[in-house]
């Protein structure tokens, strides 16, 4: 929802306010009745994550380094598991049942190791002997990231709200209740056993409402944008449904997924992918209906004089050039999120035809080329919608009580008698009139044959 027009939409008419809110409701009212019938009831089926290892924070306050003793022989060609830290750290409990006490831990090794220097703060585990449970050691499992992600969210924050004023913090309200509808009811309702696609669809479109009316108002420009949205979601959930099952899309194209289907054997991993492809579509949605629905109110206000297709045909002009730049946004937003997985990839010896069409990556290809498609039909549905509403908007405006009354227009032939007689003057005497100098006599005209007639 990057689009932000400051100027309000004039209202519309009373039959097109009437012909949006018997359009709209409906919507809605069905969305928040499917929202109640999916809503997980119970909480989430509880699996089998394994012991909860307590966890507390601590600082380190000494680091020792020591040589690491050689590692046994390997086979030639085994990879090499850490970089050779070897050591102990002496960390201070911070809180808990041994707040202020001292332990020891090991220098931390193996891949995506914290590196701790003196005065970190860490975050600590307790590991406890099965057969002995009076034994038990302390390791560090990664660094303590709450005070600067706070810092970092006030700056977010502080920032939006310093530039959008009141619409931004309408914007950083829509995003606190997008992030509630997806950890309340998507999230919730997908582990329950819900199917992921409707669900997806569902919550995308609660999300939808109450982004959009809460960020840019309750207007008929917003409800076209809501329209406009809602079809493009449907279109984009087909298409998505109709490439996977054309492409023989499984779900299990990431360890998530398959470390997900250990956990949660229930859990459709097929429908996840779908409801994936719904949700990450639909911010860049909400950009571009928006940004459709606002391009034609504001040309219909320039230019009143446009009709329902030149608005439409101008409006399109302005969502090719959106739509150019967007689709090149989405493609990078994947790669960015898959970059390790592409790098992989290109290790790979296999034929690039082979790579291209594996699980892996023909999952995001298909995520992306899906969410293209459906961003593009977005661009005429919401801007045909616009310059209907926006048409029909000014057909139905009355005239003004108060409007002047039209000019009289003035007779031809009396017009013309009137230019074509002498023009007189002021006299010096009374009774007498004095006639204009012939233009002849003037310097009106630099040409002498220019011009004969009788100077205003």
Known sequence: MAADHSHPAPSAPPRVRRILVVTVVPLFVATVLAAVLLWPRGGAPQTDGGADVPRYPGTVTRVVSEPCPPAPSAPEGTPRIGDGRCGTVDVRVDDGPTAGQQVRTPVPDGPGAPRVAVGDEVILVELTDPTDPTTSNWNIAE?????????????????????????????LAGLAASF??????????????????????????????????LTHGVTAQTSVAVLGTLGSLVLTGVLATIATAATHLTGFG???????????????????????????????????TVTQAATVTELANANPGLTRLQLYRAATRVGRAHIASTVNTIVL?????????????????????????????????????????????????TTGLAAVVTAAGRIDAAPSVD??????????????????SPRTTGSDEPGRTRTAPPPEATDRWPESNRSTDTAW
């Open 333 to 381: 937003a994947y790669a960015g999120a898959s970059l390790p997985l592409l790098l992989l990839l290109t290790a790979d010896s296999r034929p690039i035809g082979q790579i291209l069409t594996s699980e892996f990556l023909a999952q995001e290809i298909v995520r992306s080329a899906v969410a293209t498609l459906g961003l593009i039909a977005a661009v005429p549905l």
């Open 143 to 171: 660094h303590q990231r709450g005070t600067p992600m706070v810092w970092l969210a006030v700056v977010f924050a502080a920032a939006i709200v310093a530039f959008g004023r009141w619409r931004g913090l309408a914007a």
């Open 254 to 288: 990431s360890e998530d997924a398959t470390t997900l289907s250990m956990f949660q054997g229930d859990v459709d991993l097929h429908g996840l992918l779908l409801a994936g492809i719904i949700i990450g579509s639909l911010g860049v949605l909400d950009d571009v």
């Open 180 to 213: 509630a509808i997806l950890l309340t009811f998507v999230l919730p309702g997908i582990s329950a056993g819900r199917s992921p696609l409707l669900v997806a669809v569902v919550g995308a479109a609660l999300i939808m409402f109450v982004v959009l009316y």
């Open 403 to 420: 409007a002047p009354a039209p000019r009289p227009q003035p007779d031809r032939t009396e017009a013309l008698a009137a230019l074509s």
